[in-house]
């Protein structure tokens, strides 16, 4: 069983950054795949970004390149998302979930995660 609990959000303006934080404790495997998903209000969770657990493969969706940032530290045991220029639409809750599939199209999909997280809210104000 792997537990996760997620760090960060709150409130931030147009154009403003933000880091939220993955911990991450329980039974691991190298092999696991950490993503991040969003879900705004009235829609469908979505998936944001994902990263290999040794951190030296990443994969982002096209709405975040550029602006989001997705890394992994193993010494903490946690997993980082920062998130440079934000915008309004991606106001929504985030979380943080393991999956044992490898970082494929299948990790852009919320249903092989498991053990997810709360969800901090991110809200951005314009």
């Known amino acids: 069983q792997v537990h996760v609990v997620e760090f960060g959000g709150g409130l931030v303006q147009t154009g403003g950054s933000l880091t939220l934080s993955c911990a991450t404790s329980g039974r691991i495997f190298s092999t696991y795949v950490m993503g991040w998903f969003r879900q705004a209000p009235g829609k469908e969770r979505e998936f944001v970004a994902a990263v290999t657990w040794s951190g030296s493969n990443t994969m982002y969706a096209d709405s975040v390149k550029g602006r989001f940032t997705i890394s992994r530290d193993n010494a903490q045991n946690t997993g980082y998302l920062q998130m440079n220029s934000l915008k309004p639409d991606y106001t929504a809750v985030y979380s943080c979930?393991?999956?044992?599939?490898?970082?494929?199209?299948?990790?852009?999909?919320?249903?092989?995660?498991?053990?997810w997280g709360e969800g901090p809210q991110v809200t951005v104000s314009t």
């Open positions: 979930g393991v999956t044992p599939v490898m970082l494929n199209l299948a990790a852009k999909m919320p249903t092989p995660y498991h053990s």
